[in-house]
């Protein structure tokens, strides 16, 4: 909704060393190579890896194939998922009250979430379900935890841009437009592993705080 609010959370991230900004006007997408360490990157698959369920979809659109990795509620109160989220709201300046919990996923090889967004549909009949306390997504904050052997790469399709996994390396992204619009050129597939595993944290933002957590 506020522009001068994405321009902070903007300019924030581009204060850090080594921080890579797409240059495309469509997505306002944010990379940081080794922005977790070995360590905290192997304490959190440990964690996903005791922890998991079939992921789900907000929006289910008659595909059984569409998103078929697993997923890990992680615990917020665990000193591991708090000091990455702090690490993440001192990156960005995004306030955790307006955080979903932090989730893990993991992908076998075979796995993928086809090309989706982050953000609910505003004609879907679930939106109001999805939005009614905390409102739409706003940003997208994603850290990759391991090397992957072959395939898993997230692609921007839009805007032509693929991502490829590597431990430690955050992506961010905005979903809205300055006027506050969801952005569908945030379109984006976690492709399929074609060998090893994938690991990922999924962070995301809402326009009003998180009221259950
Ligand atoms: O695993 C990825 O590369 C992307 C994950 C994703 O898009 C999501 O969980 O919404
Ligand atoms: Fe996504």
Not at 23 to 36: A, E, G, M, V
Request: hydrophobic share 35%.
């Amino acid at each position: 909704m506020d522009n001068s609010f994405d321009q902070m959370v903007i300019d924030t991230m581009m204060s850090h060393a080594g921080v890579q900004r797409l240059p495309n006007p469509k997505l306002t997408l944010f990379i940081k190579r080794n922005f977790l360490s070995p360590d905290e990157c192997a304490a959190v698959i440990e964690r996903i890896d005791a922890n998991r369920r079939p992921s789900t979809l907000a929006n289910y659109n008659g595909d059984d194939a569409f998103r078929t990795s697993e997923t890990c509620d992680l615990d917020g109160d665990d000193p591991v998922v708090k000091a990455i989220d702090e690490k993440i709201a001192a990156f960005s300046r995004l306030d955790l009250k307006y955080g979903e919990p932090m989730q893990g996923q993991r992908y076998e090889v075979g796995q993928e979430f086809k090309a989706h967004t982050d953000y609910f549909e505003p004609q879907s009949v679930d939106y109001e379900k999805y939005t009614s306390v905390a409102g739409q997504r706003t940003w997208t904050v994603m850290v990759y935890l391991n090397d992957v052997q072959a395939g898993g790469a997230t692609r921007f399709k839009a805007v032509d841009k693929m991502v490829q996994p590597e431990a430690g390396k955050l992506l961010a992204w905005n979903n809205r437009r300055p006027d506050g619009s969801a952005n569908p050129s945030t379109i984006h597939h976690a492709m399929k592993v074609r060998a090893g595993q994938k690991y990922v944290v999924t962070k995301w933002f809402r326009e009003r705080p998180w009221g259950w957590t």
